[in-house]
Structure formats: structure tokens, C-alpha cells
């Protein structure tokens, strides 16, 4: 298991953010500068998620080991 953090740039479409990515369990906030995704889960799925997160505008991301 990791946790993974990504923060995508400038106001998108949040709930469009979560309807893609709920099913791995992770969390969505909007912030409204920004959108924060973040929560524990597989390696192959923090891989799915920051891909999905790519279609939503630039992103910082990070993956940690827990």
C-alpha cells in the first residue's frame, strides 16, 4: 500500500473528479485555487488515479510508502 497526494492546479470540475476516481476509495476536496486528491491504496491503482487526474489539468503528485 502507498498514499498518494495530488494537487491539481486552477478550478475544475470536482465532482466529475470524483465520480471518476471514488471507486479506489480516495478522497477529493475542492479547494477552489486548486483540487486535492489523496487517500491510501495499491501502487497499480495510484497509478490509474494520477492518469485520471492528468485529464483534469496540470498536477503535482506524490506517492509515499506507509
Known sequence: MV???VTIEG???SR???EDVHRFRVNVTDMIHY???YGEL???DAMIVISICRKYGDIKS???SI
Open 35 to 37: 483540487t486535492w486528491v
Open 16 to 18: 466529475d473528479l470524483w
Open 62 to 64: 506524490e506517492v509515499t
Open 3 to 5: 498514499y498518494l497526494n
Open 42 to 44: 495499491s501502487m497499480k
Open 11 to 13: 478550478k475544475i470540475e
